[in-house]
């Protein structure tokens, strides 16, 4: 069995996880077993995933994780993943679409030594043509610079390495740096940026993986417009929307 194993953390994704599904069977390095959390859905995401695995191209499991928050799910999935013998883990999300080459991308840079690997993420081409995906990439820029200068992620606070936009939708990172760090935080979004600054603390072996690209969908900019995703990305709470907006 593969020491690569992707976890997908789902809630509430009968609509979108079919094709990310299908996206993940297209990938051109399929030596890998997936795990599929799903969170407490009540719409039959769990059930699609299961009908997916009886003839899935690669080994699939589904999990189910009550607790409520997508940190939880990725957490219980990586977990799962090692106590199974994974030594390489990647993650994205239910509501993504990984290019043909992410797998074999992730694997790679995890293989060439990097213990955490981020890759590009874009905007779902059914969500938004050409103008939309590139103010999609314009937002990325700027949401990174505004990371890399933010005081509180400056190496003086005990960081190893530089700030890097890192996207809990396409990073891959090896099993024993996710235990060192003491794995996600369980609880919910955003996790992501927290996550980060737990592996910065412990390596300098965070890279940009050029070949992992993910498209992910925007609905939460969407729901939540700039001002109510920037406060949601700097955890000050999703001020009047819900905490999903799905």
Known sequence: MSGLWVVVPAYQEVRRIGATLEA??????????????????????????????????????????????VGCAVDTGFRYAIANGATLLARTDADCLPHPGWTAAARD???????????????????????????????????????????????RHGYLSPYRMHAGNN?????????AVGGMPRRPSPTDRLFLNQVRRHTTAVV??????????????RAYGLVGTARWYLDKGPGRHGEDPR
């Open 208 to 221: 940009h993986a050029r070949g992992m690209v993910v498209e992910n969908s925007t609905r939460r900019l």
């Open 24 to 69: 993940l069977a297209a990938q051109r390095d399929r030596d890998f077993t997936l795990v599929v959390v799903d969170n407490a859905s009540t719409d039959g995401t769990a059930e699609l995933a299961r009908d997916f695995a009886r003839c899935a191209p690669f080994p699939v499991h589904v999990l189910d994780e009550p607790a409520k928050g």
């Open 109 to 155: 840079a995890l293989l060439r030594g990097a213990g955490l690997a981020c890759g590009r993420i874009d905007a779902r081409r059914d969500e938004h043509g050409p103008l939309g995906r590139a103010a999609f990439r314009s937002l990325v820029r700027v949401a990174a610079l505004f990371g890399r200068v933010r005081p509180a992620h400056r190496r």
């Open 171 to 179: 990073m891959a990172i090896t099993a024993s740096l996710y235990e």
